[in-house]
């Protein structure tokens, strides 16, 4: 009896703990589970509302192959001109300087010469010669016309007096070349400029002497630069992508917003032997005088052969840190900003590309500017 009481009493007390044992463990929360971070590589961006942002497609064209060199301006040979002095002696006067703007006609410097005032002087001993033989030949004719003197006299009179005139203009004519004037005697040479222009090159100074032309290098050297040439040396390899008459981009540093067009003038026939580069000449023209020589230049040349290139819009570019990029579509969330290089603007206004991780069709961030405004903004 009392064992069947302590039976019933220890079942009791087990169905009470197992009660209580599954109250308690219902009463606990189960821990949520946590949302899982996503973790992006660098460039990639999770975007939420992506339809915010308007698509463009990488297209392929046909373009021109582009061609780069690297030159400088300088005069154009034929629009220039070297000034000599054709006498020897001292300067005096130095009235111009390099770089200045000089019209045809002006004074350059004015050169105290011994060879000038020995050609004065023989130019009045001609001068006075010739006035004798004129009196001679007058009195011979006097005489000839009275049967007084032989008609081989009056013939020696008459060349003696064309002698004299041929010795005045030859020492008058020596005056000019030298830069005098006959009319206005003087031992100081006065130097011009032959032509209007700008002077690129000085080679004299005040008071020093100048030699004579043969073994004197030219005084100064006046270039109009009202037109230009950008020289280029492109090496053999690209040659055969440039023709005579092919339209040409030129940059400098100068004005690096603008663009100036020209077209291919020359190539010369002989490679330099140590670059193994060909120098391409370009025309430019000049109204302004902003072109100056000596200015680093870089030139683009489009080649008649054309080729596919991949293109885009040029807003899809974003430029930073002197590199380009764009942020290309991966998934319906994600975007990957990817480097390019860019080689030029299509005729319809898209940008060419070089080189990139990009293919045709291709989708991409119309706007480059305002997608990575937005992020930045979002803090992605």
Not at 157 to 180: C, F, P, S
Request: with cysteine.
């Amino acid at each position: 009896m009392r064992t069947k009481m302590l039976c019933r009493l220890a079942a009791a007390l087990t169905v009470a703990f197992t009660t209580l044992w599954g109250i308690s463990c219902s009463d606990q929360k189960k821990p949520e589970p946590t949302k899982t971070e996503v973790k992006l590589e660098p460039g990639v961006f999770l975007v939420d509302h992506p339809e915010r942002f308007k698509l463009a497609k990488v297209e392929a064209q046909d373009l021109p192959t582009l061609v780069k060199a690297n030159g400088s301006i300088t005069p154009d040979v034929n629009r220039t001109i070297h000034v000599t002095s054709q006498g020897s002696g001292r300067v005096v006067d130095l009235r111009v300087r390099l770089g200045d703007y000089v019209r045809k006609g002006q004074p350059l410097l004015s050169i105290y010469s011994a060879d000038l005032s020995g050609a004065f002087s023989d130019f009045q001993k001609a001068a006075a010669d010739e006035h004798l033989s004129k009196k001679a030949l007058d009195r011979s004719q006097l005489l000839f016309s009275h049967g007084a003197i032989a008609q081989r006299d009056f013939e020696q009179a008459e060349d003696a007096e064309e002698k004299a005139k041929v010795d005045v203009q030859n020492t008058a004519q020596h005056i000019r070349v030298l830069g005098g004037d006959p009319n206005h005697p003087s031992s100081q040479i006065e130097l011009r400029a032959p032509v209007s222009g700008t002077i690129v090159e000085q080679n004299i100074s005040g008071f020093e002497g100048v030699k004579s032309l043969d073994n004197s290098p030219n005084l100064f050297t006046i270039a109009d630069l009202s037109q230009v040439w950008v020289l280029c040396d492109v090496f053999e390899n690209d040659l055969d992508q440039i023709h005579m008459g092919d339209a040409a981009e030129v940059r400098l540093n100068a004005f690096q917003d603008r663009v100036f067009h020209g077209k291919v003038s020359d190539i010369s026939r002989v490679l330099d032997p140590a670059t193994r580069a060909a120098r391409v000449r370009i025309v430019l023209d000049n109204p302004k005088g902003e072109l100056r020589p000596g200015m680093y230049a870089a030139a683009t040349f489009r080649s008649r052969k054309t080729q596919p290139h991949l293109v885009i819009p040029g807003t899809s570019v974003m430029r930073l840190q002197d590199r380009d990029w764009l942020f290309h579509k991966e998934s319906d969330q994600h975007f990957r900003q990817i480097e390019v290089r860019i080689t030029g603007d299509t005729s319809d206004g898209m940008h060419a590309i070089q080189d990139g991780d990009v293919h045709e069709g291709d989708e991409i961030a119309l706007n480059a500017l305002e997608f990575s405004t937005a992020m930045a903004g979002e803090g992605k």
